[in-house]
């Protein structure tokens, strides 16, 4: 799926009371539009940038992302809504698939929650849209002639930030049907056209520069060296990762095996102690190879009766989740399955869709194979499956 970011700078930021416009104004060395954009040139999933700014900024845009591979900016219109209608309009011919809709000003937004909300619309067909948003936890009082009148229930309250990510289609009618009205923000623009929206957790550290504090909070993060700055993505550059994960199981009573957990009709069983997924194994292992993180045995022991049986989707959940919190970005597995029986290929299919589901990959990223080993050895004796797979992510390097 092709993946495009339209970048909302054409804004006037009034409240900073500055001669620039805020999107423009340096902090730690750098205009706060270039920390922005590079989050996106530099993120591996998206594949074209789209600027929308304001003509009078022209010069000032030049200056802040010279050097960056960016397609040729549009201008904004007397709106944040008409503005981002202008960058889609742009965007109309392309074949764009998703489109991620952020602000300028919020520079700060997270790798990882690109690639979650690009995860969940990858996931999740039935969703037109995701919002990055932060649950409230805040008390809400709701305030008349000076006195609190009200405690507004705050459960189910999240506030919305941007990125807020769309299928394209979805969202251009959404836009061209809500000409002349007036939206805050494009969650507002899909739910008016009666879009379904999700929500992807997002961290308070992404946020909206539009006040002197909160300018003067993202130059204290971007200080040199301090902790905050080594934590902001400002530093960050992806570089790629593989992974390579080994492992077999001996045949066993039974008449089934689970092969990526896909059952599949077999003369034995396999032994282990959960349910003996060698391929399932040999991806987890793989992709805690691609993160550094050990091996499937430092992180479920074969000693812990818990595991027991247990379905192996569970280990590569916890390395998915691992990556996640290395802000990894999985790029591609290939499984290879060694055995004389079962026959492979008819359950083929189905184990490389769970594949893809269970680690949110397309299915152009996601191989299985199978070879048996010409009679040759353990394989060739029918006395076992084994399974090799190698597992390339993009991590974050400071
Ligand atoms: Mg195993």
């Known amino acids: 799926m092709s993946s495009y970011a339209v970048i909302l700078a054409a804004g006037r930021g009034s409240r900073l009371g500055q001669p620039q416009p805020k999107q423009y104004l340096s902090v730690g060395g750098m205009p706060i539009l270039r920390r922005t954009v590079e989050v996106f040139t530099r993120h591996p999933e998206i594949d074209h940038v789209q600027l929308v700014i304001h003509p009078d900024d022209a010069a000032d845009y030049r200056q802040a992302v010279a050097g960056l591979s960016l397609r040729a ?3 904004g219109g007397d709106s944040r809504q008409e503005s981002v209608f202008n960058g889609l309009m742009n965007l109309n011919a392309e074949a764009a698939d998703l489109v991620m809709i952020h602000d300028a000003a919020r520079p700060f937004v ?3 929650t690109i690639s979650a909300a690009l995860a969940a619309l990858r996931d999740q067909p ?5 919002v990055a948003a932060i649950p409230l936890t805040d008390t809400l009082k709701r305030v008349e002639d000076g006195l609190i009148s009200e405690t507004v229930p705050r459960a189910d309250l999240w506030r919305a930030q941007t990125p807020q990510l769309f299928r394209f289609g979805a969202i251009v009618a959404a836009h061209r049907a809500a000409v002349g009205a007036q939206f805050t923000d494009d969650a507002a623009v899909a739910e008016a056209a009666g879009l379904k929206i999700g929500i992807v957790p997002d961290s308070a550290a992404n946020f909206k520069i539009t006040t002197m504090d909160e300018l003067e909070r993202a130059r204290q993060i971007c200080v040199p060296g301090s902790a905050a700055s080594i934590a902001s993505t400002m530093a960050v550059t992806f570089a790629p990762r593989t992974g ?4 077999v199981h001996r045949f066993g009573p039974g008449d089934a095996v689970t092969l990526c957990g896909v059952s599949v009709p077999c003369a ?3 032994i282990g102690h959960s349910d003996a997924d060698v391929a399932l194994h040999a991806v987890t292992d793989a992709l805690l190879g ?3 993180a050990g091996d499937i045995g430092d992180h479920f022991p074969p000693s812990d009766p818990q595991w027991r049986g247990a379905a192996s989707d569970i280990f590569l959940r916890h390395a998915v989740a691992l990556a996640t919190q290395q802000e990894a970005v999985l790029q591609h597995v290939d499984l290879t399955l060694i055995c004389e029986i079962p026959k492979i290929a008819p359950h ?6 769970n594949l893809a589901r269970l680690l949110a990959l397309p299915h152009h990223a996601v191989s299985v194979k199978a070879t048996t080993t010409e009679g040759l050895g353990f394989t ?6 084994a399974a090799q797979a190698i597992v390339t992510v993009q991590r974050p390097i400071a």
């Open 110 to 112: 997270s790798p990882a």
């Open 348 to 353: 083929r299919q189905a184990m490389r869709d």
């Open 380 to 385: 060739g004796r029918k006395e076992g499956i």
């Open 244 to 247: 390579l994960g080994f492992d």
């Open 268 to 270: 034995y069983g396999l």
């Open 126 to 130: 039935a969703l037109d849209g995701v």
């Open 290 to 292: 691609a993160l550094g």
């Open 73 to 75: 900016a549009v201008f």
